[in-house]
């Protein structure tokens, strides 16, 4: 039995089961919530599901801060921008105040942004034990390489155990990012992996299955110190397991 692993037939049901446990938290949550999403295809299922009845009208939005686990540094017009593909597929579809919305500035100086979106995590997010600030819930992907968020295999913006975010450079196109660091995310109150596809199912075995090439992937680092993770995965990424 692999810890906090759930198993569904399809991304469609694996995305209605996440917003209805979304749902719960949110409108349960006594204050305001603070989430931290990826970028992506596989969240888009997700934002779909909340756009539509019967999770747009029915989520308390006004208590619910969305801010990101990375950005490519492009304009929010761009196709590659996750903040981007979330306005289209979700906030241009609900009530949510844009306030609430704290994306990362992609066109922006990298080493500036970080600066700018660190101190406004800071400002809005409640810190934890250990003085950094603690999201209630991270939604992660996962990449064939192990990467997660804009952390990839043997780059230094693992941990820093001083900033929350920094400037990351994808390993095969060059292209700057800006991403949280593992110290924020394993600081959240709960993570959750979102893995569908067969594309996935080598490395997601890898890691769940704690195999030695796991070392290397920074998905498998945070796995190795976040008691708090949730694997959510669609039957073709459970393929090995
Ligand atoms: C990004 C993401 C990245 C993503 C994985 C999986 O900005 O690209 O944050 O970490 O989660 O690469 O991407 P897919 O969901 O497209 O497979």
Known sequence: ???????????????????????????????????AVSGGSTPLVVFNKLAHPPYNDNFQWEKTHFFWCDERCVNADDPESNFGAARRTLFNKISIPKANIHYIHGEAIPKDEVVRYSNEIQKFVPSGE????????????????????????????????????????????G?????????????????????????????????LLDLPAVKNY????????????????????????
């Open 1 to 35: 039995m692999i810890k906090g692993l759930k198993i569904f037939d399809t991304p469609e049901i694996l995305a209605q089961h996440l917003s209805n446990g979304l749902q719960s938290s949110i409108n349960n949550s006594p204050g305001n919530f603070f989430l």
């Open 130 to 173: 250990n003085g950094l600030p603690k999201f209630d819930s991270v939604l992660l992907g996962l990449g064939e390489d192990g990467h997660t968020a804009s952390l990839f295999p043997g780059k230094s913006l693992l941990f820093t155990y001083s900033n929350i975010a920094g400037v990351a450079k994808h390993p095969l196109t």
């Open 175 to 207: 292209q700057k990012r800006i991403s949280l660091t593992a110290d924020i995310l394993c600081s959240a109150k709960r993570i959750t992996f979102v893995v569908t596809g067969k594309g996935k199912a080598k490395v997601l075995s890898e890691i």
């Open 218 to 241: 920074p998905a498998g680092i945070i796995k190795s110190i976040s008691e708090n993770i949730d694997w959510i995965v669609d039957k073709e990424a459970a393929f090995y397991l």
